[in-house]
């Protein structure tokens, strides 16, 4: 009995004693193997891209916590702060990570790990843009008495930095410091190939190539052998020496164990031959990587996409040349050659679209004259700048100058004209004589400017009768000698004969708010003048700016029909459709029409330009089986942002149906419609742009 109460006894006391101290060890112990075994899988590849175990660090920061949190006093704290630090820095938290070691620094100057705290603290700073701080830490470790393993570390975060800042004779020196004296045989491989790569971003093609073929007498893994082998080949195409080049693949090519990577090598075969000349075994090449079944899409594509090159530049062929672009965009667009191919898929469509339509006649209208004659500009363009045939797009440029010479854009014609014979024939003289073309011809253009500009005339005689001139010295009245009266004069010459001009509507505008600025009646009618402007050039830069300073727009609340249907009411005011109010004044009425051109940043939208073209609708708009009884038809009103590649960004619906399941789909539509945005001017790209899906019955109901 005695015995068993002793046992009982010890048993409590141990139960009282032994929690603290066995909680706190299995926690950290917890803590380091998840810490271990992350830091186990980040150096499989320590030197090349790292994998990082997120879940087994941040494990290792959840049970380190703990440590430092509740038993500070314990022997496990300095290596929870490290393990702590190491984790928060491979989980990209460089400030917590930095506290951490700052930490140990200045407490544990006898820590395991304290000089491995210093290169982590140094590459912290790094991660966190304290440059210079974190290249003194790095020093210093490299001068100290240190081993030569942690010296490597040093030299090679130093070479790594100025490496990836492009400073690659900087980091020459610290690679050679690892490869010669203080790395590992796998540092010494790394070290190498990045003396070699520092070489070829150089353009030291010669050294490079020589800096790679070293590569293979250091036991290189088979990744680094192929790195080196491939590098040694391009080198020696941009040094003209193919056959040598072809010869470094063609071993590539040799070895079994390069077998998944035949298709990138064939590429660079083919490559190799285009730069040798031999058209025809470049294109047998791509045709063997585009037809094989390589499930790297992007190998095929970029073949397919060479093909196409080869029939445009090479044969001459655009129908062929079109037909394989349009099958790599089969295999996506995200990819370099993907753009590739829908940007010059999309060229040679346009061939098409700018065929030659209209003879012009007596009956011909000025609009109509413009607008073939812009089509037949940008006809000659896509020659020249995206298809690549000059004497083509010069004789197009020629065409148009000959057979619309009254069109707006004529004189424009001639200055290309002027530019692509200087630039491609190499004629000075007869490009200056196309010049003075428009001098006579064209005084009053608004292309006179540039044609001067060309000729080193500007500011001469010659610069004056035509819109820009007047607008020139207009500003000048204004700005300089603030002679109003002299402004008006000449806003009102160009407004009076230059209605075509791109300065028309500047000049509208300006005599308005010449008016407020400098002789304002001190009623409503400036007021009214700039909303008639706004009214009469809906969705114009100027009819923007107009509205700006009127504040002329309709109420941001969504309005409540009251019982008769025909007003609405806001607080504690009734508003008709169409009253726009300031506070509590009504300043006037907006057509239902107008406000569908209000956009969401409080300025006017603009129509699209009828030259804008749409190049894909991935959602076709399918009237809903839900609106058949409805029968409903009609216009649906949105206004859009599109990005540089044509997309939609941003969508507001203006006008909406009955239906919802109409609303909903005509959206969709809308969102995945792609537009040709080359067209549209880039300073106007950000623009909100109306644009109305015509909804129709199908053909069964009507």
């Excluded at 109460?5 to 006391?13: E, G, P, S, T």
């Amino acid at each position: 009995m005695k015995l068993f109460f002793k046992r009982i006894f010890i048993l409590v006391v141990l139960l009282a004693v032994l929690p603290v101290g066995c909680v706190y060890y299995n926690t950290f112990y917890n803590a380091k193997k998840a810490f271990n075994d992350a830091e186990r899988t980040r150096k499989e590849n320590r030197y090349g891209k790292p994998k990082i175990n997120q879940a087994k660090y941040k494990k290792a920061i959840e049970k380190s916590l703990k440590v430092t949190e509740n038993y500070p006093n314990s022997k496990y704290y300095d290596d929870a702060l490290f393990v702590l630090g190491v984790s928060y820095f491979w989980t990209k938290q460089y400030d917590r990570a930095e506290r951490r070691f700052r930490e140990i620094i200045a407490n544990y100057e006898e820590f395991e790990y304290f000089r491995d705290s210093r290169l982590y603290l140094a590459r912290t700073e790094l991660e966190q843009g304290e440059i210079e701080s974190a290249m003194e830490s790095f020093v210093e470790l490299l001068n100290e008495d240190v081993s030569r393993s942690f010296k490597g570390e040093a030299a090679m975060a130093l070479g790594l930095f100025h490496f990836e800042e492009r400073l690659f004779s900087e980091a020459h020196g610290y690679f050679l410091l690892i490869r010669d004296s203080l790395g590992s045989d796998e540092e010494r491989i790394m070290a190498q190939r990045h003396i070699a790569d520092g070489y070829f971003e150089s353009f030291q093609f010669d050294d490079a190539q020589g800096a790679y073929l070293q590569i293979l007498g250091m036991d290189p893994s088979l990744d680094e052998r192929f790195h080196a082998l491939y590098r040694a080949a391009s080198c020696s195409y941009r040094m003209l020496r193919i056959d040598e080049g072809l010869d470094y693949l063609e071993t590539l090519m040799d070895d079994e164990k390069y077998y998944d990577s035949l298709n990138v090598l064939r590429l660079a075969l083919a490559e190799g031959y285009e730069w040798d000349g031999d058209i025809e075994q470049a294109e047998m090449t791509y045709y063997q990587v585009s037809s094989s079944e390589d499930k790297n899409k992007v190998l095929r594509q970029e073949a397919l996409y060479n093909l196409g090159l080869i029939y445009q530049y090479e044969y001459d062929n655009l129908e062929e040349a079109k037909a394989f672009y349009d099958e790599a965009l089969k295999l996506g667009r995200s990819s370099d050659a993907g753009m590739g191919a829908l940007n010059r898929s999309s060229s040679i469509g346009k061939l098409e679209e700018y065929a030659r339509t209209i003879e012009i006649d007596s009956a011909t209208t000025q609009q109509a004259i413009d607008d073939a004659a812009l089509t037949q500009f940008q006809l000659a363009e896509l020659l020249w700048f995206d298809l690549n045939k000059p004497d083509t797009a010069i004789l197009e440029m020629r065409y148009l100058v000959d057979s619309f010479p009254m069109a707006y854009v004529a004189p424009k014609g001639l200055i290309s004209l002027s530019q692509m014979i200087r630039e491609h024939e190499a004629d000075s003289v007869a490009a200056d004589s196309v010049l003075r073309i428009i001098i006579e011809r064209y005084a009053n253009s608004d292309y006179m400017p540039d044609a001067l500009e060309a000729l080193g005339l500007t500011g001469t005689a010659a610069d004056t009768g035509h819109a820009a001139a007047y607008l020139r010295m207009a500003e000048r009245c204004v700005v300089d000698d603030v002679n109003i009266d002299s402004a008006r004069i000449y806003y009102q010459t160009i407004v009076d004969h230059f209605e075509d001009s791109q300065y028309y509507l500047l000049a509208r505008f300006a005599l308005i708010w010449l008016t407020e600025t400098y002789d304002s009646p001190g009623d409503s009618s400036v007021y009214f003048s700039y909303t008639e402007f706004a009214d009469s050039f809906p969705g114009t830069e100027w009819s923007i700016e107009a509205t700006k300073r009127t504040n002329y727009r309709p109420a941001r609340e969504v309005p409540q029909m009251n019982e008769t249907g025909d007003s609405v009411r806001i607080g504690d005011k009734d508003f008709i459709e169409g009253e726009v109010w300031q506070g509590d004044s009504l300043v006037g009425y907006v057509d239902p029409e107008r406000m569908k051109y209000f956009d969401p940043d409080g300025g006017m939208a603009r129509d699209f330009m009828e030259r804008v073209k749409i190049k894909e609708v991935r959602e076709k708009f399918v009237y809903p089986t839900e609106a058949y009884g409805s029968q409903w038809q009609g216009d649906l009103v949105f206004q859009i942002k599109l990005d540089f590649s044509g997309e939609v960004v941003n969508l507001v619906q203006k006008t909406w149906s009955d239906v919802d399941e109409i609303n909903i789909r005509a959206e969709e539509t809308v969102r995945s419609t792609v537009w040709d945005t080359q067209l549209i001017p880039p300073e106007m790209l950000n623009s909100w742009w109306v644009y109305k899906l015509r909804i129709t019955l199908p053909s069964h109901l009507k």
